[in-house]
């Protein structure tokens, strides 16, 4: 499907403020995989709105960061971007969570309702994620579980990075932004039967 907005080229971008903050950040983003990459597709699409892009770009470089553990951070935005159906964050993340020691198995496992081999406390990631998605709250016994681990300032930035995550879906699956073609052998997102079955979030009609 064709995209709905365009992607700034890279020159054009590279140009902006906005294109020029992301270089300094780029090394650090996503445990170095998009180093030496043009910029991706996502921060090209958003530039065409360069006052959102100036709000949310620092708000991404923010959640990328070192707050939460590299592994819990890439569970949440696989499982988010599951919930959400969203084949670019799947592919970009897919890709970021091999290199931050997820294996393949435990990747395909994000896309379960099963607690599965998952510890008690990444079932409760897994489970607030779930839980943000339908109902926009974690629920108290969930709360509890991730309190046991994680300080104040961990569970708010783990909010954020649900949110951010949810966010940039809803810009990615809306705008139709394709995947960036530097992306090596990009993952496929597995479906989401609940989504499947409720007929909720299809994809946008052709035409």
């Known amino acids: 499907m064709r995209s709905r907005i365009d992607p ?6 590279a140009a902006t ?10 090394r650090q983003s996503l445990n170095g995989l ?11 699409t958003i ?3 360069p006052a959102l892009m100036s709000a949310i770009q620092p708000l991404m470089a923010h959640v990328a960061g070192d707050v939460l553990p590299a592994r819990d951070r890439e569970m949440v935005i696989l499982r988010t971007a599951w919930r959400s159906q969203a084949q670019y964050v799947w592919a970009h993340h897919h890709a970021a969570g091999l290199m931050v ?3 393949e198995a435990e990747i395909a496992r994000v896309t379960s309702e ?14 607030a994620v779930d839980e943000l998605h339908v109902m926009s709250v974690i629920s108290d016994g969930t709360w509890m579980r991730l ?3 994680y300080s104040k300032e961990q569970v708010l930035e783990l909010l954020a990075l649900v949110g951010t995550y949810k966010t940039l879906s809803f810009i990615l699956n809306s705008c139709v932004v394709p995947l960036d073609p530097w992306l ?9 039967p609940v989504r499947r079955m409720s007929g909720r979030h299809a994809r946008p009609p052709q035409g």
């Open 8 to 13: 700034q080229g890279v020159d054009g971008f």
């Open 17 to 26: 403020p906005a294109g020029q903050a992301y270089a300094r950040t780029a």
């Open 34 to 44: 998009l180093a030496d990459r043009p910029p991706p597709n996502v921060h090209r």
């Open 47 to 49: 530039a065409n709105h």
């Open 101 to 103: 020691g997820l294996s």
């Open 114 to 127: 099963e607690a599965g081999d998952w510890a008690p406390f990444e079932t409760a990631l897994l489970q």
């Open 147 to 149: 309190g046991e681990r």
């Open 184 to 192: 090596e052998r990009p993952a496929r997102l597995p479906a989401d």
